[in-house]
């Protein structure tokens, strides 16, 4: 298992929590270092310790993990985390993605027929 876009995803998710390594780690009680190499993909702690991490996150596994599911519910997950985020944007912007993933989409359908 590859931790290292999961690892990415907890720092982003901690970032936007306005919280330090040193602070999550300790209210969850882990060492910085060992935090440390969670974000950075060195570390993969186990369930358990990955359940606090995202407890003390106030965020959800399926935030932190989708990209590690192989399988068509992974990629609906990453759907709906990516319509959530679309959601919080300005009109102008969601309008403006969502005309470049339409355009993205037909490219993709057009040579997947070729």
């Known amino acids: 298992m590859d931790f290292y876009i999961a ?3 907890l720092k982003t998710i901690r970032l936007a929590r306005g919280m330090t390594q040193a602070a999550l780690a300790e209210k969850v009680g882990l060492s910085t270092n060992y935090y440390s190499a969670v974000e950075r993909g060195k570390k993969i702690p186990l369930l358990e310790t990955m359940v606090q991490i995202c407890n003390a996150l106030d965020a ?3 935030d932190v993990l989708a990209d590690q599911l192989h399988h068509g519910h992974g990629m609906t997950m990453q759907a ?3 319509s959530a985020e679309l959601d919080n944007l300005p009109l102008h912007d969601q309008q403006y993605i969502l005309a470049a ?3 993205m989409i037909q490219t993709s359908c057009r040579l997947t027929r070729s």
């Open 80 to 82: 709906n985390r990516l």
């Open 101 to 103: 993933l339409e355009a």
């Open 60 to 62: 959800s596994l399926d």
């Open 7 to 9: 690892g990415q995803r």
